[in-house]
Nanobody
Framework: QVQLVESGGGLVQAGGSLRLSCAAS????????AGWFRQAPGKEREFVAA????????DYEDSVKGRFTISRDNAKNTAYLQMNSLKPEDTAVYYC?????????????????WGQGTQVTVSS
């Protein structure tokens, strides 16, 4: 079992920045990929960013490329999502997840463990 706790969400004006954190406990975090997903009201949960077990490989959804950065600190069992140049369309509940293997994936179905989510609201 893995327990994930997200933090760092909040209300920010367009153009601002937020840094989300995802603290993991339980199963060894450092050998599995991690990802961030988001879900806006009335929409399905969608991929945002993913990182492999070591942090050496990352992937991003097209609309966040160049603005968001995913990273991890395996010594602290924590993953991060740095979000810059935020837009109103980034408003959603953001979830972190731990994958089934060391490889990163953009598929929601390749992640076994999920946090409770943290709200990000970007005002125009």
């Amino acid at each position: 079992q893995v327990q994930l706790v997200e933090s760092g969400g909040g209300l920010v004006q367009a153009g601002g920045s937020l840094r989300l954190s995802c603290a993991a406990s339980g199963r060894s975090f450092s050998v599995y990929a991690a990802g961030w997903f988001r879900q806006a009201p009335g929409k399905e949960r969608e991929f945002v960013a993913a990182i492999n077990y070591s942090g050496g490989s990352t992937d991003y959804e097209d609309s966040v490329k160049g603005r968001f950065t995913i990273s991890r600190d395996n010594a602290k069992n924590t993953a991060y999502l740095q979000m810059n140049s935020l837009k109103p369309e980034d408003t959603a509940v953001y979830y972190c997840a731990v994958g089934r293997s060391w490889r990163l994936s953009v598929s929601i179905y390749e992640y076994d463990y999920w946090g409770q989510g943290t709200q990000v609201t970007v005002s125009s």
